[in-house]
């Protein structure tokens, strides 16, 4: 046994079997669990990510909230653009983003013609990925086109090759579908965007009914070539295989096409793609 004095001028004697013993149980007591430390456990796809990467997720995350995708929306979109979260982790990134005031993170409290037109968008970019082709991140959701009278539903680009998509979930009077439509042939001819306009109508009644406006008002604009609005029901969706590939969609004149045909045809000025 060793001695020291301690600050009282009082002698101890330092017993190293107790203090081997104390060593002893407190290892015991934490392998039971008594002083295990809290720690807060990280999500495995968070765990060793470098500063670029997470700036990178929070990049994609916030295209997608700015467009009000929500949070199952956003699980079901990423993986087009490399990158797999769970919902546990886009909550999470969810807090490192700025929201729009009026943003939900749940599909149940989505307006019903956002709701349909972001499931839409997502489904027709994992069928296009499956093709071979990637949706990029310019995507609009109900955004309007700047000195017209037009908001579509949404907006993308498969390539350089863009489209418009359209919800009508119920039915429409002639006068509404008229006036849509020819909002949407009058963009085209004042700015040469010959983005594809995609119509979702509620059934095969509706899809009839807009086919037929739409042959008139391409016949009285002296366009009736013009290949610009395609046509589809929601049951044709529900049974459909690959909404980008198979020829699904039905132009105003009848043929039926799939959305893919026209990337691949020639002579396209991609500039005349981008327009806004």
Do not use: C
């Amino acid at each position: 046994m060793d001695q020291h004095t301690d600050a009282d001028g009082e002698t101890h004697e330092d017993n190293h079997e107790n203090k081997r013993d104390d060593a002893k149980d407190r290892y015991e007591r934490a392998l039971r669990g008594m002083d295990k430390p809290k720690t807060r456990f990280t999500a495995e796809h968070f765990h060793g990510i470098s500063i670029e990467e997470r700036h990178r997720r929070i990049i994609l995350m916030q295209r997608l909230v700015e467009e009000r995708f929500a949070v199952e929306q956003i699980v079901a979109f990423l993986p087009i653009w490399n990158l797999k979260l769970t919902r546990a982790q886009v909550y999470e990134y969810l807090e490192a983003v700025k929201r729009p005031r009026s943003y939900v993170a749940s599909v149940r409290e989505q307006r019903v013609h956002d709701r349909l037109a972001i499931n839409h968008v997502i489904r027709i970019a994992q069928d296009a990925f499956e093709y071979g082709v990637r949706m990029d991140e310019r995507i609009e959701v109900a955004r309007a086109i700047p000195g017209f009278r037009l908001i579509p539903d949404a907006r993308f680009f498969l390539g350089d090759y863009g489209f418009m998509l359209e919800e009508q979930a119920s039915p429409l009077p002639e006068t509404r579908w008229t006036s849509k439509l020819k909002a949407h042939l009058r963009h085209f001819l004042e700015t040469g965007d010959r983005s594809r306009r995609l119509f979702v109508v509620n059934g095969k009644a509706d899809l009839v009914r807009a086919r037929q406006y739409a042959r008139s008002i391409l016949r009285a604009a002296g366009r009736s070539s013009l290949n610009l609005f395609l046509f589809i029901d929601q049951k044709a969706i529900e049974g459909a295989g690959n909404m980008a590939s198979d020829t699904i969609w039905q132009t105003a004149w009848g043929p039926h096409v799939g959305l893919v045909d026209w990337l691949r045809s020639g002579g396209q000025k991609p500039h005349s793609q981008h327009q806004r």
